[in-house]
């Protein structure tokens, strides 16, 4: 990620991720509670600039990209692991390619 994302977008994010994860019973996490009390904590008001607003936003960020890119991890293992294991054909078919035919029709066994 380049540059820091709106906080509002970020905060969203990461109830959406919780969301993803958890079900309908997320508001009941203890996750959900630190993730509203820690933006609250470091919403800015007018008086109050500082650097420690920045370096929250950046650990959510990161908080978010952690949850997101962990939720696709996790779709992408159970497409492609989740069958146990393939031929060659069918392993060949995923990339698009098929395995060479021997003539009279059989295959590479004898």
Known sequence: ????LPPLRVF???LKELRAAKGS???KTLAYNYVIDQFR???VTGERQCRARQEALHASQAYLC?????R???VLHNLYHGKGERTPDQAASMVGLRMPSQPGGKGWEN
């Open 1 to 4: 990620m380049s540059g820091l």
């Open 12 to 14: 969203r994010g990461i």
């Open 25 to 27: 019973t997320y508001k």
């Open 41 to 43: 904590k470091n919403e």
């Open 66 to 70: 952690l949850l997101t890119s962990t």
């Open 72 to 74: 696709q991890h996790l």
